[in-house]
């Protein structure tokens, strides 16, 4: 029996909202890593605060 078409859309709805959560959260270690990695103090400061300054996340 398969899922009435309501359903099927609910669960890909679920799978997309997790899939960008798991996006969201590899490119905040990517930048984290950068900024880590990066020699430059200046270059580092904005790899740091890219995320805060962008909206990908608020500040604490």
């Known amino acids: 029996m398969t899922a009435p078409d309501g ?3 609910r669960l890909v709805g ?3 909202v997790r899939e960008r959560d ?3 959260g ?3 270690r990517v930048l984290a890593d950068l900024a880590e990695a990066e020699p430059d103090p200046r270059r580092r400061e ?3 605060s890219f995320p805060f300054s ?6 604490p």
């Open 7 to 9: 359903e099927r859309v």
């Open 22 to 24: 798991l996006q969201h």
């Open 46 to 48: 904005f790899l740091k």
């Open 14 to 16: 679920v799978a997309g």
């Open 54 to 59: 962008s909206g990908l996340v608020e500040e």
């Open 26 to 28: 590899r490119l905040l």
